[in-house]
């Protein structure tokens, strides 16, 4: 009917908004006061996880701490702090982090040998990576509730606010959730499809708590408690600014957020290897923003992967690179394929098990473990094709596994994980709003309304 479908057209703005080229003249007063209680509650969660963290874990005699009391035997020598720019940094372990060595600098300025002080410059980086990341999404989105949600779950996985879901409450919630939307509505169809989103997103919530480190840290001790966890939110920090930079040129223009995005991009080279990845993800943004009506300043990545080589060049010939500890956190490159696929599609490497398994074994077919492989592969394979025609979903999706891909073959530690985690909250955040239309009852009209919107955006793509 023309009426709903024009209704459904004006409620359908969670995701997306209208693709104009200037932003609404005016903001809505109410919409303003929650887009500040957001922050301010996102803030406040950040403060209590930073509290929490500051406490004595063993700075002195454990050995999670030797880089930091390594770093400040060196920096109680005599050094020249520049000396950072041009060759290794301040561990000497055969890096090129001058900023993070410039950021001990100043911890040591100001509180000496007092190690645990050194935890709030830690804290003060994870509250600014969370608040960037809203900044960020609301750029590149233009859509506050997503960028809040985003920031939300960064947020609880960050101050271990949102912890590992167990399997068995995956699976009831989501036959739960089948039962209730087909009870509701009589819509086998729409019924099948809530369940396995609720499965797939339930799983994703999961996907960075239970994440390997080489120590059986948690994403939140890495983040915030553990001071040599610095380097990669730092690099996140300026990772943000340079995207949020980046998506403000694609949007609205101006050489100044040209300037800004690059002077950002080299700082986080600056700060963490894991860096090189941020051409793709600018390219990433750059095309999202393209499908929903702005612009693909495609000479900035160029631009991004030409500092790149002149930072590979410099970077083999002035730091050394056959280190010990190189040798010993590299792991076999045979694994690299499977570490990777599970970023894109978590179930797939415990199907290969299962089918590895039925190689030695025919009768695991009969073993529950083999069904339940295959049923959470065609969960995510319906997921996926419910938000195929959304650009933000395969950012977050695809960004996530490209963040993290530097960095795949080393022994994973859960700070590896601090940049892919931004992008797998984006993720996470329009998974969770494609649940929330399509098991809403008028959904149908809406989700017509949207898939066309979606098509035409993206079929600017190619033109």
């Given amino acids: 009917m023309p009426g709903r479908d024009a209704q459904a057209t004006a409620t359908l703005r969670f995701i997306e908004t209208p693709p104009q080229e200037e932003r609404p003249p005016a903001a809505n007063p109410c919409c303003v006061r929650g887009w500040l209680i957001g922050l301010a509650l996102i803030a406040a969660l950040n403060v209590g996880a930073i509290l929490y963290w500051h406490r004595d874990d063993g700075l002195w005699s454990h050995f999670e701490n030797l880089d930091v009391r390594t770093i400040l035997e060196r920096l109680e020598q005599p050094h020249q702090p520049l000396q950072w720019f041009v060759g290794d940094w301040v561990l000497g372990n055969g890096f090129y982090r001058p900023l993070p060595s410039l950021l001990y600098e100043l911890d040591y300025r100001l509180w000496g040998r007092n190690l645990l002080a050194y935890k709030w410059t830690n804290g003060l980086l994870s509250l600014a990576c969370a608040l960037l990341m809203v900044g960020w999404v609301w750029e590149l989105s233009r859509s506050r509730p997503l960028a809040l949600l985003t920031g939300f779950l960064f947020t609880g996985w960050q101050t271990g606010l949102l912890p590992a879901l167990p399997e068995s409450l995956l699976w009831v919630s989501a036959v739960a959730a089948t039962g209730l939307v087909w009870w509701l509505q ?24 239970n994440l390997p480190d080489l120590h059986q840290a948690s994403f939140a001790y890495r983040a915030i408690g553990w001071i040599p966890g610095r380097t990669a939110t730092l690099m996140t920090l300026f990772a943000l600014i340079s995207l949020w930079a980046y998506c403000r040129l694609c949007w609205r223009g101006g050489w100044q957020w040209a300037i800004v995005s690059l002077i950002a991009y080299l700082a986080a080279l600056g700060s963490y290897e894991q860096a090189v990845c941020l051409p793709l993800l600018m390219a990433a943004c750059g095309l999202a923003v393209r499908a929903q009506g702005g612009r693909f300043v495609a000479w900035l990545p160029t631009a991004a992967l030409i500092i790149l080589e002149l930072y590979l060049w410099f970077y083999l010939a002035n730091i050394p690179s056959q280190t ?48 339940k492989a295959w049923l959470m592969l065609a969960a995510y394979g319906i997921g996926l094709w419910q938000v195929r025609r959304q650009p933000l979903a395969w950012v977050g999706l695809v960004g996530s596994m490209l963040a993290y891909l530097p960095l795949a073959p080393v022994i994973p530690l859960m700070h590896y994980y601090y940049l892919p985690a931004v992008f797998r909250a984006l993720w996470v955040a329009v998974l969770l709003a494609t649940l929330v239309r399509r098991a809403a009852p008028d959904s149908p009209a809406r989700i017509a309304v949207e898939d066309t919107a979606w098509s035409q955006r993206a079929a600017k793509l190619f033109e």
């Fill in 186 to 209: 009589r819509d086998y169809r729409r019924a099948l499809i809530t369940g396995c989103l609720v499965l797939m997103l339930g799983l994703e919530l999961s996907f960075i708590p």
């Fill in 324 to 371: 010990e500890y190189h040798q010993q956190r590299l792991r076999r490159f045979y694994a690299l394929g499977g570490s990777l696929g599970y970023w894109l599609l978590p179930p797939l490497p415990e199907v290969a098990n299962q089918l590895s398994l039925l190689i030695d074994a025919p009768l695991a077919f009969i073993l529950p473990g083999f069904w």
